[in-house]
């Protein structure tokens, strides 16, 4: 089974900031454009909240045509907003260093790396849970089976899978200071799970019964080739909503949640 190229799969080659951005600049674009033709023709200047919600409004609808996740479209109208008013208010300069600090501690991989902090939720977690179960029967075996989550991101899906499989090995691999240290913080007292501070390529694939990833499709079919070349034969790579185009899987378990999730997985053959 190959998974087909859609436009939404194209449009997410591209790194969700880029596009948020792109959606600005060209809301921005338009809506001064608009603005000097009027006053050029008919001599009518628009008082700024209404350019500003304008540029709200403009830049919330091509986040859509851009393919970006819904909640982006509440941030995209938020953002002229925001901006307007933090340049109207008399804030701290400490304040604009303080948000710098923050969004550089989990931010910090996703320029090199093409793979922004995307967080998957509880419904996909319990999907996740089911599969491991599943191999769990499969296995049959005496020796604690691992499980590795490639990039991480708050501990979420570790926290939670390693409280529902205390007879397996979980580990988490995070390179953003801040979800690491958040990571960290949330597996306190687990046992059975840990998080190490490195790049996910960095890991030794070989070593886990079950890889899971939510990245983005540009690291996919460097994962998958990683995946097939050194993971164990019958070891299983699980792959959240994205997949090389011209690769393929075994199949896609479909989540019940409100983005409808999809899992991408792939059985290890014999190398």
Known sequence: ?????????????VGPLARVLAAQILAFSLISGAGWTGWAIFGWKPPVETVIVAQSLFAMAL???FALRRWWLGVQFALPILAWAFLALPVPSWVYLTVFVVLLLVYSNASSERVPLYLSNRTTWAAISQMIAAETVAQDRHDAPSFVELGCGLG????????????????????????????????????????????????????????????????????????????????????????????????????????????????????
């Open 1 to 13: 089974m190959k998974h087909e190229t859609t436009r939404s799969d194209r449009l997410s080659s």
């Open 63 to 65: 986040s859509y045509a």
């Open 156 to 271: 979420g899906a570790i926290a939670y899978l390693s409280k529902a499989h205390p007879d397996w090995r979980f580990v988490g691999v995070e390179n953003a200071p801040g979800p690491y240290l958040i990571s960290r913080l949330r597996l306190i007292g687990r046992a059975n799970a840990r998080v190490e501070f490195k790049n996910l390529w960095d890991v030794e694939f070989g070593g886990f019964d079950v890889a899971y990833a939510f990245l983005s499709p540009a690291p996919m079919p460097r994962l998958i080739a990683r995946a097939n070349a050194e993971m164990k034969a019958g070891a299983l790579l699980i792959s959240n909503s994205f997949w090389a185009p011209d690769l393929p899987y075994d199949g896609a378990a479909e989540v019940n949640d409100g983005r409808k999730t999809s899992l991408f997985f792939k059985r290890i053959e014999i190398n």
